[in-house]
């Protein structure tokens, strides 16, 4: 009884050692190609979009980061660059905006747009934020958590 199951057994690891690599080779030959893009489009490009003009600079915006915004302008466009001080280390930092004045405990608003992570060197506002006044909203990716928010500003008027 055991004889004839292991005949078998041969059999069938022989069949699948021969046609297992067959098979891989032809899925490898049939796959599509990766698609690949040429250009980066205009609003992904960071480096495209420099804007030189400082209107203001504030560092009392967070009260419990040390986080210094600056409202850059250029071309009738607008960005913040913000930088953090060396000792605030909280992992993948995203800066968001709200136009709502509601108070935010630990959930991003849903009205919420993201600027971009902290760390990049300037992060474009969408249109018609300059207008209507908000608040910045830093939000640790990796915890889920919402790390700060800033206090209500209008980013057309630096004293509010």
């Known amino acids: ?5 292991r005949i078998r057994h041969r059999r069938i690891f022989t069949v699948l050692g021969l046609l297992l690599p067959i098979a891989f080779g032809l899925g490898i030959a049939a796959r599509k190609p990766v698609p690949q893009m040429n250009t980066v489009p205009a609003g992904f490009n ?3 979009q420099q804007f030189a003009a400082v209107i203001w600079e504030r560092s009392d915006l967070f009260t419990n980061a040390p986080v210094q915004v600056r409202l850059l302008s250029e071309n009738g466009r607008f960005a913040v660059a913000c930088t953090a001080t060396a000792d605030f280390a909280k992992p993948d930092l995203l800066l968001y905006w ?3 004045a509601a108070p935010i405990t630990d959930k991003l608003p849903n ?3 993201l600027l971009g992570a902290l760390s990049s060197p300037q992060l474009v ?3 018609g934020v300059l207008k209507n006044g908000g608040i910045l909203v830093l939000f640790s990716l990796a915890d889920q958590e919402v790390v700060a928010v800033s206090r209500q500003i209008r980013l057309s008027d630096p004293t509010k």
């Open 125 to 127: 506002l969408p249109e």
């Open 98 to 100: 709200s136009r709502g």
């Open 46 to 48: 960071v480096t495209s």
């Open 111 to 113: 009205d919420a747009a």
């Open 1 to 5: 009884m055991i004889r004839p199951l």
